[in-house]
């Protein structure tokens, strides 16, 4: 994993954080926010291990996973 992986997971984290900041802190078995912090963390350990032709690809869908986050609705 070079330094761009690396700034691009910090940078990933720190969007994360901010688009499941309205979810609150109640993160245990079962909510919402638990299953997309599991999401988010199984697209970053495949982000950490791949391959670099691969490397673009995923960072890309991981982006569009948080913008999905960040266009859900929540009751």
Not at 19 to 38: D, M, P, W
């Amino acid at each position: 994993m070079d330094s761009f992986t690396n700034r691009e997971i910090g940078t990933l984290n720190h969007k994360f954080l901010l688009a499941t900041r309205r979810f609150g802190n109640k993160n245990q078995h079962g909510t919402l926010l638990h299953e997309l912090q599991v999401d988010f963390a199984y697209k970053v350990n495949k982000l950490k291990y791949a391959p670099d032709y691969i490397i673009n690809k995923l960072i890309h869908n991981t982006y569009q996973f948080i913008y999905d986050i960040d266009a859900l609705e929540i009751e």
